[in-house]
C-alpha cells in the first residue's frame, strides 16, 4: 500500500492482462518488422541502456517523454517492434501513449477500449471530433502526473519553492473522489494509473503534429501544444528523447488499397533514437519563466480563491487560472517551447540525410494553406488522416 491507504500498483489481474498485452503486440511487431520487412535502428543501445536505468520504479528520479514525426496509423505499436522481446513483456516500464476517444474509446467498456487501455493508452479528445477535447482536458492531468511523482515527498513545485503546500492529489481531486478512476467528460470513467505509486514518472510517447502526415519530402506539420504543458508542468522536467521514424508510410500508404487494414511488407523501414535532451539547458529557462507567471497569477487573485477565472490551483496537472490558461506570455510560452521540441526532432531527421526544411513549416499559418482541415490529399502532395 502507498503511504496515503492507496494501492502501490494495480491488481494483480489487470498486471498480468496488462503485460500479456503489451508483449503479444509486441511480439508481433518485432516479428513482422524483422521478418517480413528490411528494418534498421539507429541510436538503440543508449535508449535500451535508459530504459535499464528505469526498470526499478522506486529508483527513477524523472519522467521520459519520447517524441516523434508521425506517419502512419501503424507507428504506435509498430515503431516499439524494434525494441528486444523481453521488454515488452514488462508494461510498467514500457510507453504509455494518447489514443483519440472517438476511435479506440468510443465504445465504452467494450474488449477494444479495454484492449486499449491495457495496453497503456489513455483516451484523449480531439476538438475536431469532441467538445470536450482541448489543451486542459482530464488526461493532460493524468499524463503530467504520470510522468512526476505525484506521491512523493514534497520537492520542488510549479512555484519553484520547496512546500508542501502543493500536494499532488487534493481531498477533492477528481482522480480520488472515485476511487481509482477519472473522467474525460463526466459520464465516462477510465483507469486513473498515475494513482498508483508503481507508475511514477512513467515513460510517455507523443506525436505532437497531432496527426498522421504523409509528405514527398518527409517534412513534419508544426506541433501543438500539449507536449509544451508536459514539460512546463511536470515536476521534475522530464528526460526527452527526440525520435525519427521513417518506412511505416509504405507499410500502411494512405493511398492504398483493398486489403486495407492489412500492413505492407517489404518495406525499408527505419528508426533512429537521438540522445537525452539537456533539459535544463534546453527547458530550464521556459520552465523558469512559467514559474514566474504562476507566481504572479497567484499574487494576482483575490480573497477569494475559488472565484472562477482568478484561482490558482495547487493540483498537479490542473490549471483553473485563465491568465495561465489563455494569457499571450502563457501562450507565447507554449509556442517557444513546443518549437524547441520540433527543433530537437528535427536534428534527427537531418542525421537521416534528409535536407532541412524549410523554416516556414514549423508555422501552423504554412498549414492552413491547405486549402482546409479535412483529412485527405493537399497541394504539396501530401497525404493528411485523423487514423
Given amino acids: ?16 492482462l496488462s503485460n500479456a498485452t503489451m508483449g503479444g503486440v509486441g511480439f508481433l511487431c518485432r516479428s513482422f518488422l524483422y521478418a517480413l520487412n528490411s528494418t534498421e535502428v539507429h541510436g538503440l543501445d543508449a535508449f535500451l541502456d535508459l530504459l535499464k536505468e528505469r526498470e526499478d520504479p522506486s529508483r527513477r528520479e524523472r519522467g521520459l517523454i519520447t517524441v516523434s514525426n508521425h506517419v502512419s496509423v501503424l507507428d504506435d505499436p509498430g515503431l516499439w517492434g524494434v525494441l528486444p522481446y523481453r521488454l515488452h513483456f ?3 516500464n514500457h510507453r504509455w501513449s494518447l489514443g483519440s476517444h472517438d476511435i479506440c474509446f468510443k465504445n465504452g467498456k467494450s474488449l477494444i477500449s479495454g484492449f486499449f487501455s491495457l495496453g497503456n493508452t489513455l483516451p484523449i479528445h ?3 471530433h469532441s467538445s470536450h477535447g482541448g489543451l486542459f482536458q482530464p488526461t493532460m492531468t493524468q499524463v503530467i502526473r504520470l510522468l512526476s511523482d505525484p506521491h512523493g515527498q514534497p520537492s520542488e513545485s510549479i512555484t519553484g519553492k520547496n512546500s508542501s503546500s502543493y500536494p ?3 481531498p477533492d481531486d477528481p ?11 463526466g459520464t465516462d470513467s477510465f483507469p486513473a494509473s ?7 514518472h512513467a515513460w510517455i ?9 504523409q509528405h514527398p519530402q518527409k517534412t513534419i506539420r508544426y506541433f501543438k501544444w500539449g507536449v509544451a504543458r508536459l514539460i512546463l508542468e511536470s515536476e521534475p522536467c522530464p528526460d526527452v528523447v ?50 514566474s507567471l504562476v507566481d504572479r497569477a497567484a499574487r494576482q487573485k483575490t480573497t477569494d480563491e475559488n472565484h472562477e477565472g482568478t484561482s490558482t490551483s495547487s493540483e498537479l496537472g490542473v490549471i483553473n487560472n485563465d491568465e495561465l490558461r489563455y494569457s499571450k506570455e502563457a501562450e507565447q510560452l507554449r509556442i517557444e517551447v513546443t518549437a524547441a521540441v520540433r527543433n530537437e526532432v528535427l536534428k534527427i531527421r537531418r542525421r537521416t540525410g534528409l535536407p532541412d526544411e524549410d523554416p516556414k513549416s514549423s508555422l501552423a499559418a504554412t498549414w492552413r494553406e491547405e486549402g482546409n482541415d479535412s483529412e485527405g490529399e493537399k497541394k504539396d502532395g501530401s497525404l493528411v488522416q485523423d487514423q
Avoid: C
Avoid at 1 to 16: F, H, N, Q
Avoid at 194 to 200: E, Q, V
Fill in 242 to 291: 527526440p525520435m525519427w521514424i521513417d518506412g511505416f508510410q509504405d507499410v500502411m500508404d494512405g493511398r492504398r488499397g483493398w486489403p486495407k487494414p492489412i500492413p505492407r511488407p517489404g518495406k525499408q523501414v527505419g528508426v533512429w533514437f537521438g540522445e537525452r535532451v539537456d533539459h535544463e539547458a534546453v527547458f530550464g529557462s521556459f520552465r523558469e519563466r512559467w514559474r
Fill in 175 to 185: 482522480f480520488t473522489s472515485s476511487q481509482l478512476t477519472y473522467t474525460t467528460t
Fill in 90 to 92: 514488462n508494461a510498467n
Fill in 194 to 200: 498515475s494513482a498508483y505509486p508503481s507508475n511514477r
Fill in 1 to 16: 500500500m502507498a503511504a496515503d491507504g492507496r494501492p502501490y500498483e494495480p491488481p494483480m489481474l489487470t498486471r498480468v
Fill in 205 to 213: 510517447h507523443i506525436f505532437p503534429e497531432g496527426r498522421i502526415h
Fill in 168 to 170: 499532488g492529489f487534493a
Fill in 126 to 128: 480531439r476538438i475536431a
